[in-house]
């Protein structure tokens, strides 16, 4: 079982995040004893649709006469939406100054992939790892645990 142990070179980043909380992470340590420092964190105040959201869906007549309702705007998902675009360009803007910019992301399905083509499209990031787990409230030594043994 020793050889699934990812080593996370020196000055590797790891991004964790879901859809309001962001940590952009170095490795200062080496490949066999993860040393993770916070280089940037992000949060949004996301609350859920519902309580966003001001009123029913709206309703308008179809040309038989009847009655029917529009789609509601999801306006949490557009902010989620707007936070990862935020985290994805604060992440390139910090991994760009170093080469060659390797990372790992961490994150719940919806948010990985969403982030994935917004960090890969800019083509000056190598993605090592790809963690589909959500570790954004987790303690540092909790994400080097789970980042070691991935």
């Known amino acids: 079982m020793g050889d699934s142990i990812m080593h996370l070179p020196t000055g590797a980043f ?7 909380k962001a940590l952009l992470l170095e490795n200062k340590g080496d490949a066999d004893l993860l040393d993770l ?3 940037e964190a992000l949060t949004d105040d996301n609350p859920p649709n519902r309580d966003q959201s001001s009123d029913r869906a709206g ?10 309702a529009t789609e509601q705007t999801d306006w949490h998902d557009i902010a989620e939406e ?9 992440a390139l803007k910090e991994i760009g100054q ?4 390797s990372l790992v992301v961490a ?3 919806r948010s990985l992939g969403k982030l994935r083509p917004m960090l890969t499209d800019s083509g000056s990031v190598s993605i090592l790892a790809e ?3 959500d570790l954004a409230h987790h303690t540092l030594p909790k994400i080097e645990e789970a980042i070691s043994n991935a």
Do not use: Q, W, Y
């Not at 309703?59 to 029917?68: E, V």
């Open 14 to 20: 790891v991004l964790v995040c879901d859809g309001s």
């Open 37 to 39: 420092r916070i280089v």
């Open 59 to 68: 309703r308008f007549k179809t040309p038989s006469g009847a009655h029917a």
């Open 82 to 90: 707007r936070f990862l675009s935020t985290v994805a360009e604060m």
């Open 98 to 101: 170093s080469t060659p910019a």
């Open 107 to 109: 994150a719940d399905p």
């Open 131 to 133: 963690l589909n787990r």
